[in-house]
């Protein structure tokens, strides 16, 4: 449970939420992303007020502005790794899906894979899938909940890689919750709880 947590994290900020298990990362996460709501206060998400928003208007809002990358992976296990990303691209209409997929699909190093549905892919490669496929529309707000737990010491800092390269590139803000404190220390600024509350918010070392 979340008590007295209160902050703003201003567009194209890079932001990583650490603490031990149990602290309300994921929690956290889904609020803010407007998966779930909360029992009390607001959430405010690039001027929406998420808290008085029906279902659907939330879930256009993660349409339109916000990717995530669950934990989970959640991909699709009918279609394949290429097919998989391109369903946001063709959720709003978009040409060149296909192009995109490839492309994206190359940067996390399955390049050779799009062809192969989920069950026929690692756990490390299931997650590259779910973050070329959150990465797909160039989201405005990026939401990853620990999205290198599954990967390797070098398959994770390519994956952080990319992470810093959609900030930089498209201006996306990214809040991402991870247990790689080596990872963390790269992103702008830190967010630290512990039972529920904020007990850390410090920027990075200019």
């Known amino acids: 449970m979340l008590r007295n947590v209160s902050f703003e994290i ?10 031990p298990s149990g602290s309300g990362k994921t929690t956290l996460l889904g609020l803010l992303a407007g998966l779930d709501t909360p029992t009390r206060g607001k959430v405010i998400l690039d001027s929406h007020d998420l808290t008085t928003m029906s279902e659907n208007d939330r879930a256009r809002l993660r349409g339109e502005k916000v990717g995530f990358v669950f934990q989970s992976f959640q991909l699709i296990p009918t279609l394949t790794a290429r097919e998989n990303i391109q369903v946001p ?23 050779e894979r799009g062809h192969h549905f989920p069950m026929q892919l690692s756990g490390g490669e299931q997650q590259r899938v779910a973050i070329a496929r959150a990465f797909a ?13 599954n990967l ?22 990214i809040v991402l919750v991870t247990h790689d404190a ?17 007990v850390g918010d410090t920027a990075a070392a200019a």
């Open 152 to 173: 390797d010491a070098t398959t994770g800092t390519r994956i952080f890689d990319l992470l810093e390269s959609l900030n930089r590139e498209a201006g996306s803000t």
């Open 182 to 198: 080596v990872l963390a220390q790269r992103a702008a600024r830190t967010i630290r709880l512990a039972d529920g509350e904020i």
């Open 137 to 149: 529309n160039a989201p405005r707000i990026l939401f990853a909940d620990e999205p290198t737990g």
């Open 10 to 19: 201003p567009q194209g900020d890079f932001v990583a939420i650490v603490g």
């Open 89 to 111: 691209l063709e959720l709003q209409g978009s040409d060149g899906a296909a192009a995109r997929a490839d492309e994206l699909l190359e940067r996390v190093g399955l390049g």
